[in-house]
């Protein structure tokens, strides 16, 4: 079976078609826009035209793609599609141009189906920790032995935390901006006791999943071109973090265009990412995460309900 699913989220939408067969996949396709569905929303509510224009473009040309590969389609919407107040406008406009409905997660499903593509060949044994910081939304899930257990989603990510606290692109950001994005973002997290995802014993392994966590692992090791596949498994450490905070502050947004491993489309809200990812290791008292580049696509492409898994 060819299965492709398209993931609409607040930064940008992906779209993976592989080849499922008796619980493996085989990755045929890989793409990644990025469209800001969700830019404005922190002070309007809503999605603007011109966004959901341009956003309904990208998945009409992805629906193309897979439907030339003879792929089964399945759309997700996350984030900017459950809390935007006219999300229903840009579901409709999606469906006249394509045909698919758009099947919007809460913020616990999408948790859940990014822990499965998340922790698929990686051991998952012990206790196991996941976060999956997007655009909108920042998910916690924790779970043994393959098995989920706690789910939290955190209405904070990349793209909102971006327009609350560094929209001037034009100088260097200053220190106090970052320390109180991050202090913005630890009082989310202790509103929702992420703290008590952390055990008492048995140190957990912490999986990091979301396009910032790998961007910021492209940056770490200075990829010249953005293949993902490669940072499957590599690890981010809080000293890569802090440095990388500090590095994209001191830039401009042109300046930052030019670092190595970055790329441009995630120029302007890669330290909003770093100031997340810093803070989900404070709260799980990790001094770092392996990269997982596996999330809510692999674990919708794993799943049994949807009737995927041969």
């Known amino acids: 079976m060819i299965r492709a699913i398209i993931d609409i989220g607040s930064n940008s939408i ?16 890989d793409e990644t826009e ?11 509510g809503a999605l603007s035209v011109e966004s959901m224009k341009v956003s309904c473009d990208t998945v009409a040309r992805m629906v193309r793609n897979a439907d030339k590969l003879g792929a089964k389609i399945f ?7 459950r809390s935007a107040k006219n999300s229903e406008s840009f579901i409709k406009m999606v469906k006249d141009a ?33 976060f999956d910081s ?17 789910i939290v989603s955190v209405p904070v990510g990349a793209v909102n935390l971006s327009e609350k606290f560094f929209s001037d692109h034009d100088s260097p950001i200053k220190k106090i901006s970052c320390d109180n994005a991050v202090d913005h973002v630890r009082e989310l997290f202790v509103e929702r006791h992420i703290d008590e995802f952390v055990a008492s014993s048995d140190p957990a ?27 499957h498994g590599s690890v ?19 300046e930052r265009q030019n670092v190595i491993g970055l790329p441009a489309s995630r120029a302007d809200v890669i330290l909003g990412s770093a100031c997340i990812v810093f803070a989900a290791l404070k ?22 309900e949807l009737g995927v898994r041969s």
Request: with cysteine; charged share 20%; hydrophobic share 45%.
């Open 14 to 29: 992906k779209m993976r078609v592989a080849r499922v067969s008796h619980g493996k996949i085989f990755v045929i396709r």
């Open 75 to 81: 759309i997700a919407g996350t984030m900017a599609l």
């Open 205 to 231: 392994k912490i999986i990091g999943v979301g396009g910032g966590v790998v961007t910021m692992a492209s940056v770490k090791f200075a990829c010249e071109n953005f293949v993902p596949s490669k940072l």
């Open 134 to 150: 997007g655009g909108g939304s920042t998910e916690f899930v924790s779970g043994s032995g393959g098995h989920v257990g706690k």
């Open 283 to 304: 709260m799980l008292k990790a001094n770092s995460c392996v990269v997982s580049i596996n999330g809510l696509r692999h674990g919708l492409l794993l799943s049994e």
């Open 34 to 44: 990025v469209v800001r569905l969700g830019r404005g929303m922190s002070e309007t």
């Open 98 to 130: 394509t045909g698919f409905d758009v099947h919007v997660f809460s913020g616990e499903d999408e948790a859940k189906y990014s822990w499965r593509g998340a922790v698929d060949g990686f051991d998952v044994g012990g206790n196991v920790i996941m």
């Open 236 to 254: 981010l450490t809080m000293r890569d973090v802090i440095r990388q905070i500090r590095m994209y502050a001191s830039l401009t947004l042109a």
